[in-house]
């Protein structure tokens, strides 16, 4: 049923990266990408800023060194699109519009695409003079004028580009005289540009031509008077939205902008399932930080299937009574729980499997049966836990649990592991 | 899908007596490189009932903006030697080409 240890959806830096970790971790590998490998990164010139690239080099070449690396591995690419996702223990559903993917595990790297301005004339003269690509379009404003509006790092980066190409670009800040979002170096650099023209303390109101951009209203902000500014392009940089319209209807939570909500290991709110890069809320988006995170994610990956296929193998799939003892090595308690346990269950050893889950190394299966202390110990019967012990109990009372699994015991041959967990026993999801 | 450039555009475009479907292009381009092998493919099912062909914008810049391309990619289609139907956008999908052709031809 599942075809694919790990499906990686989008081969941007993220997904790549990702890609790369777990193809390498001998996880069977698949990356679904409905167009280019590369992402946003693939339509930046010059990367300046990603280590061990001393002279720098561009977006395109190390997308391509990105995904050579994945696919050494093993790593397969799959060009389609991603439709939806869906969950159900460790079976997640990618459906795709050419085909459906099973796997353990989904690491969401969709990333993040242009934000348009949402004015007039923007929709309607798109590829007609109005861009969001200064690398695709550049050559077609060779000796031309053009408007450019945002100030941040991509902003300015693009505007410096684009005057190797334009007659004259129009710089259309927001703020006040001088202050721009982007850093310092990049900053400096732009001011430095003679072709750059800054009109301070404006918005763009629309954009007006027939057929073909003809013009520009700019309104000054301060003194609140518009004016046309006649151009033949304007090249929109405001910052990206997420590409994350395939989860609005779930699984995965995503906050009031769209972007996938993780934590530190880049776990969404579904189990076994990861966000990485751009479309995961977060601070800093580059190339470094999306690989970063498909780092993180993919080893996270690795121990949830890990975790989740020796749990099964060990505790759901057994017959017989397993006691599973949720211990940790920073418990005295737990610590000296732990042999006396153990004497117990060598006492038993004909019919009596111990599982030990170290809870810090482990936190999801110590979330999932609601184990609050260390040491608790859950007696589990044909993959259903029956009997819960909390604290450092004696010999009497684990023999009472083990009484307890006597009627649990499913036949042989049976399906105990898609038995629901006892009500009232156990909190969170059945395992599954 | 044939090249058309500067010198052929007239003849083979404007002058053609099938639908002619041009993609403009640039290698610098991410979405037209991910959008030309659909286009390939669209180009082998309509052999013989439109004519594909294809536009390097950074050769002919000049062709590019005399038929109002000012960005890429841009499909447009051509039928007795004038612009009937254009999709621009970086997310230009094979099937809105298709469609855009089917209402041509049928």
């Given at each position: ?151 941040g790092d991509a902003a300015l980066e693009e505007a410096i580009y684009l005057a190797r190409f334009v007659n004259k670009a129009s710089m259309v800040v927001v703020h006040d005289e001088g202050v721009v979002d982007a850093t310092r170096v990049i900053a400096e650099r732009a001011f430095a540009e003679p072709k750059l023209d800054w009109v301070w303390n404006s918005v763009l109101e629309e954009i007006v031509g027939d057929g073909l951009v003809e013009r520009v209203r700019i309104r000054n902000l301060k003194t609140g008077a518009a004016a046309d ?114 004497t117990f269950a060598s006492g038993h050893a004909d019919g009596l499997r111990l599982v030990k889950i170290d809870t810090y190394k482990n936190r999801r299966m110590a979330e999932r049966y609601g184990v609050q202390t260390v040491p608790t110990t859950l007696a589990f019967a044909g993959g259903r836990a029956v009997a819960r012990l909390e604290g450092a109990v004696s010999a009497a009372a684990l023999a009472a649990a083990l009484q307890e699994t006597v009627g649990h015991r499913a036949p042989q041959g049976g399906e105990p592991r898609d038995a ?13 | ?106």
């Amino acid at each position: 049923m599942t075809d694919y240890d790990v499906v990686v959806v989008g081969a941007g830096p993220g997904g790549l990266t990702a890609a790369m970790y777990t193809a390498r971790a001998r996880l069977r590998t698949a990356v679904l990408e409905k167009g280019r490998v590369g992402g946003q990164a693939a339509t930046t010139e010059e990367i300046e800023n990603y280590p061990g690239f001393p002279e720098g080099t561009t977006g395109p070449e190390l997308m391509e060194r990105f995904a050579a690396q994945a696919r050494r591995f093993g790593a397969e690419f799959i060009r389609d699109e991603a439709l939806s996702l869906s969950a159900d223990g460790m079976t997640k559903v990618v459906r795709g519009k050419a085909g459906t993917y099973f796997a353990k595990v989904v690491i969401l790297a969709p990333g993040a695409e242009p934000r348009p301005l949402g004015i007039k004339g923007e929709r309607a003269l798109r590829g007609k003079g109005v861009s969001y690509c200064a690398t695709c379009d550049a050559d077609l404003y060779t000796d031309l004028d053009v408007v450019i509006v945002g100030n941040g790092d991509a902003a300015l980066e693009e505007a410096i580009y684009l005057a190797r190409f334009v007659n004259k670009a129009s710089m259309v800040v927001v703020h006040d005289e001088g202050v721009v979002d982007a850093t310092r170096v990049i900053a400096e650099r732009a001011f430095a540009e003679p072709k750059l023209d800054w009109v301070w303390n404006s918005v763009l109101e629309e954009i007006v031509g027939d057929g073909l951009v003809e013009r520009v209203r700019i309104r000054n902000l301060k003194t609140g008077a518009a004016a046309d500014l006649p151009c033949h392009g304007v090249f929109i940089f405001v910052g990206t939205i997420p590409k994350t319209g395939f989860l609005k209807d779930g699984p995965v939570e995503l906050d009031a902008q769209g972007y996938i909500k993780a934590g530190e290991l880049m776990e969404t709110s579904v189990d076994g399932v990861y966000a990485v890069g751009d479309a995961r809320g977060k601070y800093l988006r580059q190339v470094v930080t999306a690989a970063g995170d498909a780092a993180t994610a993919a080893v996270a990956a690795e121990r949830y299937v890990h975790e989740e296929e020796s749990f099964r193998l060990q505790v759901l799939d057994q017959v017989g009574p397993v006691f599973v003892a949720f211990w940790s090595p920073a418990s005295q308690e737990a610590l000296a729980f732990m042999p006396v346990l153990e004497t117990f269950a060598s006492g038993h050893a004909d019919g009596l499997r111990l599982v030990k889950i170290d809870t810090y190394k482990n936190r999801r299966m110590a979330e999932r049966y609601g184990v609050q202390t260390v040491p608790t110990t859950l007696a589990f019967a044909g993959g259903r836990a029956v009997a819960r012990l909390e604290g450092a109990v004696s010999a009497a009372a684990l023999a009472a649990a083990l009484q307890e699994t006597v009627g649990h015991r499913a036949p042989q041959g049976g399906e105990p592991r898609d038995a629901a967990v006892r009500q009232g026993e156990l909190r969170g999801p059945g395992p599954g | 899908m044939q090249q058309f450039d500067k010198e052929n555009f007239a003849v083979r475009v404007l002058a053609s007596p099938e639908p002619v479907v041009v993609d403009f292009w640039s290698p610098k381009c991410d979405p037209c490189l991910a959008l030309m092998p659909d286009m390939e493919a669209l180009a082998r099912r309509y052999e013989g009932k439109a004519r594909f062909g294809k536009v390097n914008i950074l050769e002919n810049r000049r062709l590019a903006i005399s038929q109002k391309v000012l960005g890429v990619p841009n499909i447009s289609l051509y039928v007795g030697g004038g612009k009937v139907a254009e999709l621009t956008g970086d997310d230009i999908a094979s099937d809105a080409v298709e469609e855009a052709l089917k209402r041509l031809l049928y």
